[in-house]
């Protein structure tokens, strides 16, 4: 089976960096995804790893540890429209396209 | 906007009743996914059609179903509605999802289902 553990709610304050991090258990593991969720909107995609290192866009950046299981988003120079849920999800080698999500983070950013 | 469409918008019923949801991928987008997020919690996969075909199934209750259609819409079905299968239900597309390759998706806006 699947399980991703994430933090429930991260409060930091604007033009500061926050670390959202995820650890998973998987069968087959293939790639790790991010995306941002503004309440009650679509989810949109913000980044994916599939090899270890660091991945950056922009204010965002990416990482992946294959060997610990653990990943985690990098959100610099946090903007007030950052306030969202940020869910990580995981892909297998069985199917690259099913996607298991975390129950997400909240981040709060105040000014 | 991410250019897949998903009708109605809310949908509110009774217990015991039968809806469908009803989703138009991003033009080329070969493969639709659904997804079912409860209040506060993460999305939940229910399943994936590629090019007409069912492509992989998750944890999908049995008295739902879907479809997708020649023209690449896609259908949720959700029968003998409970209290608890309210939730947003989100559709995703990808341009791939045949194969073994990694597709980026595209959500649409969700249709918020309420059993009453």
């Known amino acids: 089976g699947q399980s991703l553990e994430q933090p429930s709610e991260v409060t930091a304050v604007e033009g500061a960096i926050v670390q959202i991090n995820c650890t998973y258990q998987?069968?087959?593991?293939?790639?790790l995804s991010w995306y941002q969720q503004h309440d009650g909107g679509a989810p949109t995609f913000l980044s994916y790893?599939?090899?270890?290192g660091l991945e950056e866009t922009g204010r965002f950046s990416s990482f992946l540890s294959r060997s610990d299981s653990y990943g985690y988003l990098l959100l610099q120079e946090l903007q007030m429209k950052d306030s969202a849920s940020y869910f990580c999800a995981v892909s297998s080698l069985y199917n690259f396209n099913k996607f298991y999500f975390g129950s997400g983070t909240k981040l709060n950013v105040k000014p | 906007d991410s250019g897949v469409t998903q009708t109605p918008k809310h949908l509110i019923t009774a217990t015991g009743q039968r809806v469908t949801l009803r989703c138009s991928p991003r033009?080329?987008?070969?493969?639709v996914y659904w997804y079912q997020q409860s209040l506060d919690q993460g999305l939940q996969f229910l399943i994936q059609?590629?090019?007409?075909?069912?492509?992989a199934k998750g944890n999908i209750l049995e008295r739902f179903s879907a479809q997708q259609f020649p023209d690449l819409h896609s259908e949720l079905n959700l029968s003998s509605l409970e209290l608890g299968d309210s939730a947003l239900y989100f559709c995703?597309?990808?341009?791939?999802?045949?194969?073994?390759?990694?597709?980026?998706?595209?959500f649409g806006p969700g249709t918020r289902l309420t059993v009453l």
């Open positions: 059609y590629y090019n007409g075909e069912e492509r």
């Open positions: 995703a597309s990808s341009v791939g999802g045949g194969g073994q390759e990694y597709n980026e998706q595209f």
């Open positions: 790893n599939a090899l270890d």
């Open positions: 998987t069968s087959g593991f293939y790639g």
């Open positions: 033009s080329g987008d070969l493969s």
